[in-house]
């Protein structure tokens, strides 16, 4: 337990990913609850929106913090108090934000009054993040003043622009609360990226008030550079980041507080290697039975996956050094090269605009004659969508002329939906398909940490990323030169100009796997490993009490 005049007795963080899993900052929360909640004596608790969860989620307990749940229906805030349900069952509180609608304007006039927070031009989600962020302020500022002892030190913790506005409120009405605001990626970082424009190689260049209005940002920017000024301790999630904070936010970060990860989710032993041999088995019958062609196990799986953002998670460079690796292996292959495995399964789990799963797959799959049959229309998808003629992935695909056919020695399958173990198709989550995997690539033009690749490793899997995703700097620090597959993780450089170069190198990187031995391979999913052991939250949570310190010492100073 940690214990020192500056570790706070109470510790609220609020994110719209509390009890709503949409993100990595849901693992970020999730994850780290279980160390926070041992290393402190104090009281945690998670504050997320009211989106009528069910008990797979959230478990209400009406016994639990009953002076809390009084307190905040007297002041007119309706809350759900219980437990989160993830492994280590934090107290989460769930803010019913919706009535606040009708004021919302009010409230505006009042964020621009006392913050100088513009939002003038909101549009999109920003309305209900926003009445999100005030109702769970004001249930921290009402249980502050209510429930808690005056001599007792409190954090605010808020987690991007989405909770910034509840924070500055509950700093103005509360002004003992030490309040924590962390930006995982900048609004306007993510915006110049997503834009299709150069964020590097003008960076110092871009001046965020500028670009805020070039891109139609105003509004978020602005809760987020005020959050990240008014706050008592500003935090972001790696150098990478900094950096951006720095440059866009005119505010550098007073601490980094790097992601980690509990292992609890990661079977070991036998149970390892039977989830991995179940994995692979699901993976490859239900590739089989839609290209119309039996993958023996000797095929190399390797995968990429997170939230379908197309050109920042680098899935476009990653379809692109497939096409060569499959012009490569066709060659070698018609020269009698001999490979360790003459397939390559390149998976794309990337959620898109889904309708269901395949009717037509589903007959396959149950069909137990074992007949394959010929390969089924548009053999590189597994679910419907409501767009399948111009999705992104899908076009692009079929432009490189990655179709699956007989003579492909590289197979390519869009997964294009959440993998919870309920899709229709595989019927397993993802992190029990993930140990199937032999690489997993993460090609990141814009990625301000990245837990896929961390993810990746924990279940021994070799990753490929780029310098440009927090997870890869941080590598390149550990190992103290740049990351190669030998390492575990391989860390290549990409820049704003080196696209194709970039496609070359993932390239060989597979291809190199496809002629290595298996000893070689097991070699290197340890080191996988061991790099992901450096990565625990019991490493990084120390980097946590240092921002709480800093927090409380600037309202205590």
Not at 62 to 68: D, E, N, V
Not at 428 to 441: G, Q, R, S, V
């Amino acid at each position: 337990m940690i214990k020192n005049d500056l570790t706070p007795d109470y510790i609220f963080e609020t994110s719209w990913e509390v009890c709503n899993k949409v993100g990595g900052i849901h693992t970020v929360l999730s994850t780290r609850a279980n160390t926070l909640q041992n290393e402190i004596e104090g009281t945690v608790v998670f504050i997320g929106p009211e989106l009528g969860q069910g008990e797979n989620i959230f478990q209400e307990d009406k016994k639990l913090l009953p002076k809390w749940r009084t307190a905040s229906a007297k002041a007119g805030l309706n809350v759900r108090i219980g437990r989160w349900n993830v492994p280590s069952q934090p107290i989460a509180v769930l803010v019913d934000f919706q009535p606040l609608m009708a004021e919302k304007n009010n409230i505006y006039a009042q964020a621009w009054e006392y913050f100088q927070v513009d939002s003038i031009k909101a549009y999109g989600d920003y309305d209900e993040a926003s009445m999100f962020s005030y109702a769970a302020g004001k249930f921290v500022e009402i249980v502050t003043e209510n429930c808690i002892g005056k001599t007792k030190k409190i954090v605010y913790q808020a987690h991007e622009w989405m909770s910034g506005l509840g924070m500055l409120f509950l700093k103005k009405a509360q002004p003992r609360v030490a309040t924590i605001f962390t930006t995982h990626a900048t609004s306007m970082g993510r915006s110049i990226a997503g834009n299709n424009k150069l964020l590097y190689k003008y960076f110092e260049g871009y001046n965020g008030d500028q670009m805020s209005h070039e891109l139609s940002m105003e509004a978020k920017h602005s809760i987020e550079k005020q959050s990240a000024h008014g706050a008592d301790c500003f935090t972001t999630v790696s150098t990478f980041t900094d950096r951006e904070c720095k440059q866009l936010l005119d505010k550098p970060a007073d601490v980094v507080l790097p992601n980690g990860f509990e292992d609890d989710f990661v079977p070991k032993g036998a149970d390892f290697t039977k989830k991995r041999k179940e994995a692979r088995a699901c993976i490859l019958n239900v590739a089989s039975r839609l290209i119309g062609e039996k993958l023996a196990d000797s095929t190399l799986i390797v995968s990429t996956s997170g939230r379908n953002d197309f050109r920042c998670k680098g899935f476009d460079v990653y379809m692109e050094a497939l096409a060569q690796l499959n012009a490569q292996m066709k060659e070698a292959i018609g020269a009698g090269e001999q490979l360790v495995s003459d397939k390559v399964l390149a998976l794309i789990e990337v959620p898109c605009w889904t309708k269901e799963p395949r009717q037509d797959l589903i007959e396959r799959l149950n069909d137990k004659s074992g007949k394959f049959g010929e390969a089924l229309p548009t053999p590189m998808i597994t679910h419907d969508l409501y767009n399948i003629n111009e999705d992104r992935i899908l076009c692009l695909i079929k432009d490189l002329g990655l179709w699956n056919t007989p003579a492909d020695p590289v197979k390519v399958v869009l997964i294009p939906c959440y993998l919870e173990g309920e899709d229709g198709i595989f019927n397993m989550p993802y992190y029990d398909l993930l140990a199937a995997n032999d690489l997993c690539l993460y090609p990141s033009y814009y990625e301000p940490w990245g837990y896929t690749p961390l993810e990746s490793c924990a279940f021994k899997t070799p990753c490929i990323t780029t310098d440009l995703s927090g997870f890869g700097q941080w590598v390149n620090d550990i190992l103290g030169h740049e990351g190669e597959l030998k390492d575990g993780v391989q860390v290549i450089h990409r820049d704003d100009d080196n696209y194709y170069e970039v496609a070359s190198t993932i390239c060989g990187a597979i291809k190199a796997m496809t002629v290595m031995p298996k000893t070689e391979r097991n070699n290197i999913r340890k080191k996988a490993a061991a790099i992901a052991d450096k990565a625990q939250w019991k490493h990084f949570i120390k980097y946590y009490f240092e921002a709480y310190a800093f927090a409380l010492k600037n309202v205590e100073g």
